[in-house]
């Protein structure tokens, strides 16, 4: 799951700064090993810091400038079982992606590609037999997400399709 993404080294020791997709930032502190780049390659945390909006992170073997530049661009991940424990109801991105919706009468209406941020709350774009649906993730609309059975059940408010 990424946490992170490499914006460029930070000093001459081979720090790295690290721009935060995480919404849990207090999580940094207890981990001791990430995941790097497409093929996540493993690399072991020598230190994470807070730095404003962003991280500053020490891994081991990267102790100079030269290969800091070469980790720019790369997804910082960490392992499932290091991801911050969620509380009901609450769900990470990539366990929505890939949900198949229906309707409360269990007409699919396609499947959830792409979640959009925009501020006040979620929006699931849903691609489907009927086109392209963006639903706002709130209780009125959302009714149902059941993750064993990889489905969510949506209410359609009216004038949506």
Request: glycine content about 10%.
């Amino acid at each position: 799951m990424a946490i992170g993404r490499i914006v460029r080294p930070f000093g001459v020791r081979g720090e790295l700064r690290v721009e935060l997709l995480t919404e849990y930032p207090e999580q940094l502190g207890r981990l001791r090993r990430v995941y790097l780049g497409h093929k996540a390659e493993p690399w072991a945390v020598e230190g994470i810091r807070l730095h404003g909006d962003a991280a500053l992170l020490k891994l081991a073997g990267c102790d100079d400038r030269t290969v800091a530049e070469g980790l720019r661009g790369a997804l910082v991940q960490i392992s499932l079982r290091d991801a911050v424990p969620l509380e009901d109801d609450e769900y990470y991105e990539h366990q929505i992606v890939g949900l198949a919706v229906v309707d409360e009468e269990g007409t699919f209406l396609g499947k959830v590609t792409e979640i959009i941020s925009t501020g006040a709350n979620d929006v699931y774009v849903v691609v489907g037999p009927v086109g392209e649906l963006l639903l706002p993730a709130i209780e009125s609309v959302i009714l149902d997400i059941d993750l064993d059975a990889d489905r969510m059940v949506a209410h359609l408010p009216e004038g949506l399709l």
